[in-house]
């Protein structure tokens, strides 16, 4: 059984400035925990259900572990239908983004993405089209929100995310740095090349008057239809596969 002042704990954690002052986060589910247990990421410890705990054998031993009911779960769990395992995992301290990463690679810039669900589903692109970082404005939503994390899938712990005042790192850039806008050259169309950054901007507003005047490629996905927009998350996606498409004609 929790206690009162672990469940307090660990509720306190769905709060940015509890996991900020505490240095940790929650994530859910199974399949995104048995991701983490092998990565570079810290687990300090898991809350399961009696009918998980055959999923948790060969685990490192500096990890605690606690058998919960269902009412315990619902209690500490960010989710409205808990997925029967939970975990708290240490923030790892951040490293200082080396700009010999952007070579001979792509790299997504995110500016002011507010929604957790969208961020998480661009790192999960990311991860899935092989790129290895992502960097982001300061105003742009924390990527361990329990909704961002959610919407990872487990991919945040092979992609590095860096909080950078991007107006100042994008003046340093010496690769090519595209951005996407609603005019621009058809994503179908444009040489990509071999490496580049990728500017996407908020839901809302787009990308910001102070990082569009770094774009030196604005690049669009062709409208068919009639829709005013297209979302970051789904943009992301789609611009992807085309820069994955060239690098591998």
């Known amino acids: 059984m929790l206690s009162k002042s672990q469940i307090g704990f660990i509720k306190s954690l769905h709060q940015k400035k509890y996991r900020k002052e505490n240095g940790m986060f929650i994530i859910e589910g199974i399949k995104s925990i048995i991701e983490f247990i092998p990565s570079t990421y810290q687990l300090h410890s898991i809350y399961y259900l009696a009918e998980n705990k055959a999923a948790l054998s060969n685990l490192p031993s500096n990890i605690k572990l606690f058998e919960v009911n ?49 961020m998480g589903t661009i790192i999960r692109t990311a991860d899935w089209f092989g790129i290895k970082n992502i960097i982001c404005s300061q105003n742009t939503v924390e990527i361990y929100n329990p909704k961002t994390i959610q919407a990872t899938m487990g991919s ?9 005042d991007l107006p100042i790192w994008l003046s ?34 787009g990308i910001s008057g102070e990082v569009i005047k770094f774009i030196q490629h604005p690049v669009t996905i062709p409208r068919v239809g009639s829709a005013e927009s297209l979302n970051v998350a789904i943009s992301a996606g789609i611009l992807c596969a085309e820069i994955s498409r060239n690098l591998n004609k």
Request: negative net charge; hydrophobic residues 40%.
């Open 156 to 164: 945040l712990c092979r992609v590095n995310v860096y909080y950078l």
């Open 70 to 118: 269902n009412a315990e779960l619902a209690k500490i769990s960010t989710l409205q239908a808990p997925q029967g395992i939970l975990a708290l995992v240490h923030i790892p301290k951040t490293d200082i983004f080396k700009p010999e990463a952007l070579k001979n690679n792509f790299t997504l810039v995110l500016d002011g993405v507010q929604d957790p669900g969208n």
């Open 172 to 205: 340093q850039v010496e690769i090519p740095i595209f951005g996407a806008l609603l005019e621009g050259s058809s994503s179908y169309d444009i040489s990509w090349g071999k490496e580049g950054v990728l500017i996407l901007g908020n839901e809302g507003q």
